[in-house]
Nanobody
Framework: QVPLVESGGGLVQPGGSLRLSCAASRSIFSIYVMSWYRQAPGKQRELVAAITSGGGTSYADSVKGRFTISRDNAKNTVNLQMNSLKPEDTAVYYC?????????WGQGTQVTVSS
């Protein structure tokens, strides 16, 4: 297993920006697909964005054009830049690693978008 730790959550106004970061403790992080999920109160956890080891990306339709996922394999980190935030983006955001075994999860970081 590779422990994952998210950071960067907080309270922001609608239209604002926030950058989340996920750090792994082992260098094998670099070979896996990494993803960001989110879960709002009363809703199911949903996929927000994913990135392959080679840098290919995919996004949920709801965040496309506003969010950008990136990774720095040398630093064992994956990031989520969130721009033009909306109240409906409010959720706990989780970093996830998808390797050959069971999916691994970070502890989550709260993002609240409110005026």
């Amino acid at each position: 297993q590779v422990p994952l730790v998210e950071s960067g959550g907080g309270l922001v106004q609608p239209g604002g920006s926030l950058r989340l970061s996920c750090a792994a403790s082992r260098s094998i992080f670099s070979i896996y697909v990494m993803s960001w999920y989110r879960q709002a109160p009363g809703k199911q956890r949903e996929l927000v964005a994913a990135i392959t080891s080679g840098g290919g990306t995919s996004y949920a339709d709801s965040v496309k054009g506003r969010f950008t996922i990136s990774r720095d394999n040398a630093k064992n980190t994956v990031n989520l830049q969130m721009n033009s935030l909306k109240p409906e983006d409010t959720a706990v955001y989780y970093c996830s690693l998808n390797g050959p075994g069971p999916r691994q999860w970070g502890q989550g970081t709260q993002v609240t978008v409110s005026s």
